[in-house]
C-alpha cells in the first residue's frame, strides 16, 4: 500500500531516510521540470533539482500544509534556479564559453541546444499554475 505525504512526511522529519527517499522520487519530475524551465540547462537544472531536495531535508520542519508540499518543493526550485542562474552568469566569462565551443563536438553542441531551446519553449507555453 502506498504511503501518504502526511505519513512520508512525518516519517521523514522522524529521519527515515527511506521516506524521504519516497518523496524524492514522487516528486523528482516536477521539481526537475521547474528547475529546467527556470534555467534553461539540463546540467544546472539537474544540479539545482538535487539542491532542492537537498534544502528540503533539512527545513522539513517548515512544512505546514502537507497539501502544499509539492508548491513548497517547487518553491525551492524555483529560488535555487533563479541564484544558480546568477551565479552561472557571473561565473562564466565568454572567452572560456568560446574555448569550450571550440574544444566540444560542434554538432553535439549544437543539437544539445536544439533539444533544449524545444523543451524550454514548450516549457514555457505550460501555464505557471502546473
Known sequence: MERSDAELLEASRRGE????ATLVERYQGVVC????SRTGD????EDVAQDTFLAAWR???QVREVDRLRAWLCGIARNL???ARRK???ETPVEDELEQSASADLFEQVSD????RLVRDALHRVPEIY
Open 59 to 61: 527545513q522539513l520542519h
Open 113 to 116: 541546444r536544439q533539444a533544449e
Open 81 to 83: 534556479s533563479l541564484k
Open 33 to 36: 521540470a521547474v528547475s529546467y
Open 88 to 90: 552561472r552568469a557571473r
Open 42 to 45: 539540463r546540467a544546472l537544472s
Open 17 to 20: 531516510r527511506a521516506a524521504f
